[in-house]
């Protein structure tokens, strides 16, 4: 079992970045893998990103590909991602996720494929 906790939201102009950070406890953080979903107001929780456990594989929705990167580091048992040229529209809480199952290149992007969940961290871009 693990437990997720984000950090790093908050209010920035559009243009501007932000580091979200997903600190996980347990002894087995470098066995999940991990993603990132968002939910806006008023939308349903909607896929980010993801990471394979070895961090070799990525994918992302195609509404922050070349903007949003995906990484961790598994000794500090962190998952990390970097939002850059933000837009009001990825205004939203953001989730990390961690996935038991096996790694499957099609990508897993409904919230039910992943097992633990952290309690989001707000995003807040204004025009």
């Known amino acids: 079992q693990v437990q997720l906790a984000e950090s790093g939201g908050g209010l920035v102009q559009a243009g501007g970045s932000l580091r979200l950070s997903c600190a996980a406890s347990?002894?087995?953080?470098?066995?999940?893998?991990m993603a990132w979903f968002r939910q806006g107001p008023g939308k349903e929780r909607e896929f980010v990103a993801a990471?394979?456990?070895?961090?070799?594989?990525?994918y992302y929705a195609d509404s922050v590909k070349g903007r949003f990167t995906i990484s961790r580091d598994n000794a500090k048992k962190t998952a990390y991602l970097q939002l850059s040229s933000l837009k009001p529209e990825d205004t939203a809480v953001y989730y990390c996720?961690?996935?038991?199952?096996?790694?499957?290149?099609?990508?897993?992007?409904?919230?039910?494929?992943?097992?633990?969940w952290g309690q989001g961290t707000q995003v807040t871009v204004s025009s």
């Open positions: 996720a961690a996935d038991s199952g096996s790694w499957y290149s099609g990508g897993k992007y409904r919230p039910r494929d992943y097992d633990y």
């Open positions: 990471i394979r456990w070895t961090g070799g594989s990525t």
């Open positions: 347990g002894r087995t953080f470098s066995s999940y893998n």
